[in-house]
C-alpha cells in the first residue's frame, strides 16, 4: 500500500532534493502547499518558474542577474575584484555596506577528493578580467575550510606574478563556517582586516 498518494508523493519527493530538506521537512512543505488557498499556490509556483526564467548568470562575474551583465559590473570601478565561492557569499558581503568594488564568482572550489579541479571553476574568467588591465587587487574570499584556502592559495600563486595586490580575508570567520552562516558583525571584521597575501 501507498503512503502517499501520487500527487503528494510526488510533491514531497521534489521538496526532499532541495538542499537541508529532509523527509520531514519535505512531508511539512508538501503539506502547508496543499494547504494553501490557490492563489497563493498559484503566486508560488510563478515565483519558481518567474525566477528559473529571468535569472542569469552575469558574463562579467558569474553573479545573478536578470540581464547579460548584474548591477554590481555596470555601475562599479573593476579596480578591486573580490573572489567567493558562489552568487550566495556576494549577497552576505553586500548586506555589509562596506565594499565598493566588483566580484568574481567561482561556483565552487578546488576539491581534489570531489574530482573538481582548476578547470572545473571560473578561475580563467578571473585571469581573463585581469588581462584586461586596471585591476589593482584581488580580494580572495573563499571559505575558511579547506577546499577554500587550497583554491586561495592557487589563484594567489597565479596572480602575485602580475604584479597585483592579492588580499585574504582575516580570519575573523571560525574555520569550517560558510559565508552565508557567518554573523554580519564577524564578516564584517573579517572583511575590514584582510590581509596581503
Known amino acids: 500500500m501507498k503512503v502517499f498518494i501520487e500527487p503528494i508523493g510526488r510533491l514531497i519527493n521534489e521538496f526532499s532534493k532541495l538542499p537541508g530538506v529532509g523527509a520531514k521537512t519535505a512531508q511539512r512543505f508538501a503539506y502547508r502547499v496543499i494547504n494553501m488557498p490557490e492563489a497563493e499556490a498559484k503566486s508560488f509556483a510563478e515565483a519558481i518558474i518567474s525566477a528559473k526564467k529571468n535569472v542569469h548568470y552575469c558574463k562579467i562575474c558569474g553573479n545573478f542577474s536578470e540581464g547579460d551583465i548584474c548591477d554590481v559590473c555596470r555601475h562599479r570601478s573593476a579596480e578591486t575584484i573580490c573572489v567567493v565561492k558562489e552568487p550566495k557569499d556576494v549577497i552576505a558581503i553586500e548586506k555589509l555596506n562596506e565594499y565598493n568594488g566588483v566580484y568574481h564568482v567561482l561556483h565552487g572550489t578546488i576539491s581534489p577528493l570531489d574530482g573538481i579541479g582548476p578547470d572545473d571553476i571560473n578561475i580563467k574568467g578571473l585571469l581573463a578580467r585581469i588581462a584586461e588591465g586596471g585591476v589593482k587587487e584581488v580580494i580572495m574570499a573563499t571559505n575558511p575550510d ?52
Request: no cysteine; charged share 25%.
Open 146 to 197: 579547506v577546499e577554500g584556502e587550497a583554491t586561495a592559495m592557487y589563484i594567489t600563486n597565479l596572480i602575485k606574478p602580475l604584479g597585483i595586490k592579492v588580499s585574504r580575508l582575516a580570519h575573523g570567520l571560525p574555520i569550517g563556517t560558510d559565508l552565508e552562516y557567518a554573523d554580519e558583525v564577524s564578516l564584517a571584521r573579517a572583511f575590514l582586516d584582510r590581509k596581503t597575501l
